[in-house]
């Protein structure tokens, strides 16, 4: 029974002290506002910033999973090069060519679809319809199982397209707006184009993928890699798409890399003249780019809290000053240290809670501003917003501790005799 | 609450020093008295006569530098800060010159806050505080604040606060200092009455008509009890002729 009134008394006393802050926080509205101003813009620009990143991240992850997550990037490029003389080292390797493709095809027993990408950039016509610097790529079959997209409507490229060297195309959706505009994507099959001042047949239009990294992804169109080396330049260095099972993926990169030193001819000491580039180094170098982005909202986060809670701290002590004599009452109707000591924790932190979800609210508002005026996204998980006004709350409670203990100290006898 | 006529304060030698500057001051300097249940005792003295130091003592709020004070059989040396306040919380009822009421709580809540300290459920409290603000006169001003209230109202609800949490006695000090005379004659009239229903009242003051008024009265000087005695007696003696205590 003892512990039952004990615990009453605490539950009774804690909410005593949160309507105490409350009718402090409506008698003194500018006050409180100024003080949990420094918690406002803190948790707003965390919030605001972190919503961003997640909003990033979210768009990031959705794109970057098109790219074929058990798909090894063969290429003369490494799509991250570091150092002043990657370029040039880059630049003066061999181009990947026929050779390559055969090699592999014929010895990369681990691969469960391979296809060349040979890449340029063209532009596409149909009568006065134009659809400029289209991403155009020469590959086979076996492009879309590396990763390169599903087909909305018709077929993709088929082995005899590439055997018999045709003209025929798979367009992206973007492409296909632009070229027969109004059209559905089924009344596009058949139909002509010119990409350059060749002459190709639709068969196929690509579902949409949207932007990957702010490259358009709907903008492309897919030949037989022979006709583009006919009729786009055979110079061209190829690019390879080999796909593996995702549990020995490194064994196909060890394969792979085994065939190529051997086709290449690159003697034992020297480095590799390729580079097999994956997606997850997209995300490698993503995350580590968030993460300093991350720690950058944590500092500044950080410093704005502690300004924030000085703050607090500041008209914490102004408040305690102001209602010594009220404490002395409260002591001498018979409330313990702890029970001022608590209501002024309380009073604290809900202060600087109630920054914090006011801080949070803006920060959303913020952040929704930033994703309509530009291409950022914005999303906000509901651990961001708990993290946000518990962080505050939690900045009240410690930057209120002092001057809360300093009431509690207060002697009742010199606290009621206080002007 | 227990009958009417046993000890329930009792005082020996009580002394209540306090450092100045260097210089020991004596602001009690061995009183001895006692007080028993249902008593209406006034403390008189001019100022720095001791007396706010002795009702502080009294009051729990404060503890002596030496000798014993008894309050309801329990010592009161040697009790920790949280059996203070919650001896402050049962035993006594304090009402103030200044009423010392929350500005921001209705006169309901403020009688209730004891009871908080207490542990009292809410239903419970709200009862008992009613019950108290009726029995000082005041059940059509529950929900006023202490600014919508007189002074005099004002006094009520801090009395109806005293009362609230049954304590064994009331602790007032200077409770008309801050009305005009007819309220504060009102105030004595209500002390009257609740005396008269067997509440036990200590009532601080410097005004021998008040003091003329109570039954018992004792005289403070220079931290000494120099008169203790019929109320009338002790505030028409003066300072010269002390009663034995």
């Known amino acids: 029974m003892k512990a039952l009134a004990a615990a009453r008394r605490i539950l009774a006393e804690t909410l005593e002290g949160a309507q105490i802050a409350a009718e402090n926080l409506v008698a003194a509205r500018l006050r409180s506002f100024l003080t949990t101003l420094g918690i406002v813009i803190g948790v707003m620009t965390v919030i605001a910033i972190v919503a961003i990143i997640q909003g990033l991240n979210k768009s990031f992850e959705g794109q970057i999973a098109t790219l074929g997550a058990h798909t090894l990037y063969v290429s003369k490029w490494a799509w ?23 090699a592999v ?156 030193r051997r086709v290449r001819r690159v003697p034992p000491e020297k480095k590799d003249d390729f580079t097999l580039n994956r997606q ?32 607090i701290m500041n008209i914490m002590i102004v408040s305690v000053t102001e209602r010594t004599r009220e404490i002395g009452v409260r002591r001498a109707l018979g409330a313990r240290r702890t029970t001022i000591l608590l209501q002024f924790l309380v009073e604290s932190s809900i202060v600087a809670a109630i920054g914090g979800a006011i801080g949070t609210a803006l920060g959303l508002g913020l952040a929704q501003v930033v994703a309509l005026a530009s291409p950022l996204a914005a999303t906000v998980s509901a651990s961001a917003v708990a993290l946000g006004i518990g962080f505050s709350a939690a900045v009240g409670l410690v930057f209120g501790s002092w001057p809360a203990w300093r009431a509690a100290r207060l002697d009742p006898v010199e606290a009621l005799r206080h002007e | 609450m227990s009958a009417v006529g046993e000890p329930l304060i009792v005082v020996e030698s009580l002394h209540r020093h306090y450092t100045v500057g260097g210089e020991v001051v004596r602001a009690l300097d061995g009183v001895s008295f006692g007080i028993t249940r249902g008593e209406w005792v006034a403390i008189v003295g001019q100022s720095g006569s001791g007396k706010s130091t002795l009702m502080n003592v009294l009051g729990c709020l404060d503890t002596p530098t030496s000798g014993t004070y008894r309050l309801n059989g329990a010592d009161v040396q040697g009790l920790t800060d949280d059996q203070l306040a919650s001896l402050r919380n049962k035993e006594i009822g304090f009402v103030f010159q200044t009423f010392q009421l929350l500005p921001r709580a209705t006169a309901l809540g403020n009688v209730m806050l004891p009871l908080v300290y207490r542990g009292v459920p809410k239903r419970q409290r709200r009862a008992m505080a009613e019950e108290a603000l009726a029995a000082v006169g005041l059940t059509n001003r529950l929900n006023h604040r202490p600014n919508e209230l007189s002074g005099g109202q004002r006094q009520r609800v801090a009395i109806a606060r005293a009362l609230v949490g049954q304590p064994s006695m009331l602790l007032a000090d200077e409770p008309t200092g801050n009305l005009d005379s007819a309220t504060g004659e009102e105030i004595i009239r209500l002390f009257s009455e609740l005396h008269h229903r067997g509440h036990t009242i200590l009532l601080v003051t410097h005004e021998p008509k008040l003091a003329a008024r109570c039954p018992r009265a004792i005289r403070l000087m220079d931290g000494h009890v120099v008169a203790d005695g019929a109320g009338a007696a002790v505030a028409g003696l003066g300072t010269s002729a002390p009663v034995p205590a």
């Open chain 1, 80 to 102: 991250f090069a570091e150092g002043r003389d990657a370029w040039w080292e880059l630049r003066n390797r061999k181009d990947l060519g026929a050779k390559e493709l055969q």
């Open chain 1, 105 to 260: 095809e014929r010895e990369a027993t681990l691969a469960t679809a391979i296809a060349p990408m040979a890449m340029t950039q063209a532009d596409l016509k149909r009568d006065t319809f134009e659809a400029p610097n289209v991403q155009l790529i020469g590959t086979n079959a076996q492009y879309l199982t590396t990763g390169g997209g599903t087909v909305g409507a018709g077929r993709f490229l088929a082995e005899t397209d590439v055997e018999l060297t045709r003209s025929t195309a798979v367009i992206g959706a973007d492409v296909a707006d632009r070229l027969f505009p109004g059209l559905q994507p089924g009344q596009v099959l058949g139909r002509k184009l010119m990409i350059g001042e060749v002459p190709f047949q639709v068969v196929g239009v690509m579902e949409r993928r949207g932007q990957l990294l702010g490259m358009n992804m709907d903008a492309n169109a897919m030949v037989p890699y022979t006709a583009f080396l006919r009729h786009f330049g055979g110079k061209r260095s190829l690019n390879l798409a080999v796909s593996g099972e995702p549990d020995n993926l490194s064994a196909l990169e060890d394969q792979v890399v085994e065939i190529l």
């Open chain 1, 280 to 311: 997850e180094q997209f995300l490698r170098t993503y995350n580590q780019l968030t993460g300093s982005l991350y720690a950058v909202a944590f500092g500044v986060g950080l410093i704005t809290l502690i300004v924030g809670g000085i703050g």
